[in-house]
């Protein structure tokens, strides 16, 4: 059973609170799965946003489970998987894709100084094309009104690979320190480095820094040696490495709130 097919059983089987935040140009569900503990700290968790990067869908199918049984604070919203166009794309055309059905990079048409990053480009193309303007597709545009729906305190990206965190969008330097703390939080839990953006623009995490001024951070899962897509084989150590992301990320947020 591929990955898009065992997000649909586990939707039909999912017990708590659930839904459909969009749909694809090929009609594929969006679906988010909720598991609230307390009302705050309220957090959104996307990934496989690119489609290559379909491991991080596995992940999050096991955040979802874990967190279920987790002693924790917060409501987590988790998305295991924005691009489920592109994901069948990298299943069974080509496994190198990025982007949507629509041969768009979902993340890089966010509209946050969208279309001035170092390798956007302005044709369709398998990874990078920025589209004809911002939110021009279904899956930016169902995740940016799920999150002003939602209003979270904070956003987590999951990406592959590189066992990297990304936490800065030209914040003010208050927000900066803030967000740093919190990125250190996820390294010393991860193991994983915290890297500055450069030239990355246009990006959900971008979005949500510079238009709701909260937290984001972009997680890059899997070690740089591994080729693309990353294989079932590596999900044992990206687990172990991500367990505790979610946790560590609410109560970080829990502790700003105080
Ligand atoms: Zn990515």
Known sequence: MDILSKIDRFYKNYKYEKGIIGCTYSHRNIYYFCVKKTDAPRIIVQYSIHAREYITAYLALKHIKDFLKEKSRGTV?????????????????????????????????????????AFNKTTPDDENYIGQYPFSERETVAIRDFT????????????????????????????????????????????????STVGSVGGYKD???????????????????????????????????????????????WKLSL
Do not use: M
């Open 77 to 117: 919203y988790f998305i295991p998987c924005l691009n489920p166009d592109g994901v069948q794309i990298a299943l069974h055309k080509n496994p190198l894709y990025k982007a949507n059905g629509r041969k768009v990079d979902l993340n890089v048409n966010f509209d946050a100084k969208w279309g001035t990053g």
């Open 148 to 195: 002003y729906k939602i209003k979270p305190h904070g956003t987590i990206s999951y990406h592959a690979k590189g066992e990297e965190i990304y936490y800065e969008f030209f914040q003010t330097e208050r927000d900066r320190k803030r967000d740093l703390k919190i990125a250190e939080a996820i390294a010393k839990e991860t193991g994983y480095k915290i890297k």
């Open 207 to 253: 979005w949500c820094i510079e238009k709701l001024k909260i937290p984001s951070l972009t997680i890059e899962v899997g070690n740089d040696g591994l080729s693309h897509p990353i294989g079932q084989e590596s999900l044992g150590d990206i687990y172990k490495k991500n367990k505790g992301v979610i946790k560590v990320f609410t109560e970080e947020l």
